[in-house]
Structure formats: C-alpha cells, structure tokens
C-alpha cells in the first residue's frame, strides 16, 4: 500500500475541513477506514467516529474477513444514529427519527469527547439519502455546512458514491459544494485509486495514489 503518498495528500488536511470520500459499489471502502484510522493514529490524532446506520460494525465485519488488524478498533469512541448493532465504545446514540436532522442533540454528545485536533470519520451518511424526505435531506446537508470551519475536527465523510447519484433533486450536488474536499475511490488499470477532485490547495488537485 501507498503510505507515503497517502500521507503527503492526507497531511495537507486542515482542521475545519469537511472532507467527502466518494467511494463506488465495487470498490472496498472498509479499506479507507482503516487507512484512516491508521493514519490518524500514527499522527496521535484524536479519533471520532459516527456509525449511521450500523455501517462500523459491517466495516470491521469485511476488515477482520479480509485478514486486516483491527486491534484497537474496539476501543474508539463512536456516536450511533440509528441502527442496533454496537461496535467500538458507543458514548451516545441519536435516534434517527426523532434526532438524524437535528445537530444540536449531536453537539451535545460530541463536544464533550472531541479534542483539539480530532478525525471524524462518518460511516454510512448516504444511507440517510434513501430514507429522510427532501425536505429533511436539504435540513441535513444545511447542518452539515454549519460545522465547516470547526476547527476542533477534520470530518472525513465515506459515502457511496452511486447511493447519493441514485437520489433526484440535486442532493449529491449540493453536499459536494459543501464539502471543502472531495476524493474519489475506484477501480483503475493500475488498481482501486483515491483522486483528489477538489480541494483548495492548487498543488494537490488533480493528486491520484494506488491504494491497492
């Protein structure tokens, strides 16, 4: 794997960030969150992540499946919306009836936990796509551009890339826009390649690494 150069794109990350990783159906996404993870660890980054949906515990499920270390994995701290299945140390779970569109019942889960500098990984975010109305979908994503510029975290979203296409109405558009980053995760001749598609940063557009 391509630690090197994944670490040259991933140190260029600022706090505040909102970063969207757009991965396809055929490509094996549970390998960006443990490189991820790894990489936030080897930094001595704090780590958060949110589990929409049991998504985390269908990650770690393909992870240890694959022969992958996970040691550790068990012990970060996770935020539940929706779902049943817990995997890591659960510190709060939000309804997504009653709390997916609603960030203030977020905040006060994760202002308590998050460091000075902490790694947001949202697992599952495009579920929420096939499942809240337009109207809820567009509160979501507003909520989400709220929290760009927070400089307490760097929220790395993993979505489905052919979920959130799958949703008429512009929905996938308008949470591009908000994200301050966007990368892309897909199968290539030279193997499954992450590619910066936007950034602010001139000299890492346009960036690609073979993963694996």
Do not use: C
């Not at 393909?62 to 299945?85: A, M």
């Amino acid at each position: 794997m391509a630690g090197k150069e994944l670490d040259k794109i991933l140190s260029l990350l600022r706090p505040g960030e909102t970063v969207l990783f757009e991965y396809t159906q055929d490509s094996p996404s549970e390998l960006l969150l443990w490189l991820l993870v790894r990489w936030a660890g080897d930094k001595e980054l704090g780590i958060l992540i949110d589990d929409v949906l049991d998504t985390f515990p269908e990650v770690l499920a393909r992870l240890e499946v694959l022969g992958f270390d996970v040691s550790g994995f068990d012990e970060l701290p996770v935020v539940k919306i929706g779902g049943s299945r817990n995997a890591g140390r659960v510190i709060g779970t939000i309804d997504v009836d009653r709390h997916s569109i609603d960030f203030r019942y977020y905040e006060k889960i994760y202002t308590p936990v998050a460091g000075e500098n902490t790694v947001n990984p949202v697992l599952g975010f495009h579920k929420l796509f096939m499942i809240l109305t337009d109207r809820e979908l567009l509160r979501l994503i507003r909520n989400v551009a709220g929290f760009v510029g927070r400089r307490d975290r760097i929220a790395l979203y993993l979505v489905n890339s052919d979920v959130i296409a799958s949703k008429p109405g512009g929905f996938g558009a308008l949470f591009r826009e908000v994200a301050t980053t966007v990368m892309a995760f897909y199968p290539s001749e030279s193997g499954y390649t992450l590619g910066v598609m936007k950034t602010p940063r001139k000299e890492l557009l346009g960036k690609e690494v073979v993963i694996l």
